[in-house]
């Protein structure tokens, strides 16, 4: 293994920046839900701490990791068949909201989606960095057990039902399968097959269908099926150039629904203003810059897709995020990584970034 070198600053900085502004706008954003449900004020924000400090110590234990020890036949099959098990026992767990995404651990819960998205891009770096361009397009080698077992977490996903996690997962699969050489006739193929499989989804539950109703038709009914977004451009729009100021904003009290969670953009954009959004956009950027530049110039191809797939993870999810809150994509909860209220997501965003800090050191 080459020598080790300093971690990445401007990565670590900015995402840093970004897990404790997140605290600060969950504290803003989810003090009136949390009085609407007969807890304290800062109920949720007291929470958001503890994932912090528990992500920050699995961080600190993903930037030390051995990576060849990640990169391991037994270790990338216990994950597998965890995130499997996990997907698989969750339906069986009581729901909540009308979705089966979490296991109850006391106060707490469990996503075990967010394991299934890191695992995904373990399994396709263990793969992929064992074959060449040639092998990586042989249906019965490489294509077959690979896109069944993420075809299968992604419907384990869908069925929960959780459409965006399941998209995210399909998406970095193909992009690092792209990147690792993947013909176009089945860069072509895959998408097809991903294009009938989110719209057998969305037909098979018609509040989805409705939702894409609403993005095309955004206006057509406010008050009813378009509320949602409704309120979150509402909330983007009056926070003008340098927004309302941090805890004034009013479309969270009530009207702007998961202000904490699935729309804590809209809440920045509200309390914050333009230059507010243009700085998480920027820390955004700067995630996906040095995610990127780590895995180019990673020492082997292992931590190359490592690299590549974690900051896919990240990126993508904050662009969808971003896409929902501003109108640009059809309605859909997903949280922001590292800025919304919640423990798997958290945590599962910060060993993310501990797995880029440890590419980052070994770069040439």
């Excluded at 920050?56 to 990791?65: D, F, K, N, Q, Y």
């Excluded at 026992?89 to 469990?110: D, I």
């Excluded at 998209?167 to 013909?183: P, Y």
């Excluded at 082997?300 to 904050?318: I, K, N, P």
């Amino acid at each position: 293994m080459p020598r080790r070198r300093a971690y990445d600053r401007w990565l670590f900085v900015t995402a840093v920046l970004l897990a404790l502004g997140g605290v600060f706008m969950v504290g803003s954003a989810s003090h009136y839900i949390a009085m609407s449900q007969g807890k304290g004020p800062t109920y949720f924000l007291v929470r958001q701490c503890l994932f912090l400090g528990a992500g920050a110590l699995l961080m600190a234990a993903a930037m030390r990791v051995p990576l060849p020890w990640l990169a391991s036949r037994r270790v990338v099959t216990i994950l597998v068949v965890v995130s499997i098990v996990g997907l698989v026992g969750v339906l069986a767990a009581p729901s909540a909201q009308g979705a089966h995404r979490w296991f109850r651990v006391g106060p707490f819960g469990v996503q075990p989606s967010e394991l299934a998205k890191l695992t995904t891009v373990l399994l396709l770096a263990h793969v992929l960095a064992r074959r060449t361009p040639e092998q990586v397009n042989d249906l019965r080698l490489t294509l077959a057990p690979v896109v069944g077992i993420v075809a299968l977490l992604a419907l384990l996903i869908v069925i929960e039902p959780d459409l965006g996690s399941a998209v995210i997962l399909l998406a970095t699969a193909a992009t690092m399968l792209f990147v690792a050489g993947l013909r176009w006739r089945y860069i072509g193929m895959t998408a097809a097959a991903g294009m009938v499989f989110v719209i057998g989804a969305v037909i098979a539950q018609p509040y989805r269908l409705q939702r894409i109703k609403t993005f095309l038709h955004p206006g057509a009914d406010t008050q009813g099926a378009g509320f949602q977004l409704a309120q979150s451009l509402l909330a983007v729009g009056s926070g003008g150039l340098t927004g309302v100021g941090f805890g004034q904003g009013q479309q969270k009290a009530y009207y702007l629904p998961a202000a904490h969670t699935d729309f804590v953009f809209s809440v920045i954009g509200e309390e914050m203003g333009l230059v507010g959004t243009l700085l998480v956009l920027s820390g955004v950027g700067v995630l996906a810059w040095r995610g990127l530049r780590a895995a180019l110039k990673a020492p082997d191809r292992f931590e190359l897709h490592v690299a590549l797939g974690g900051t896919c993870l990240l990126v993508l999810q904050s662009l969808v995020h971003m896409g929902v809150c501003v109108g640009l994509l059809p309605t859909k909860g997903l949280s922001f990584p590292l800025l919304s209220y919640g423990g798997s997501s958290l945590v599962a965003s910060l060993v993310v970034v501990g797995l880029l800090l440890n590419v980052s050191q070994h770069s040439n």
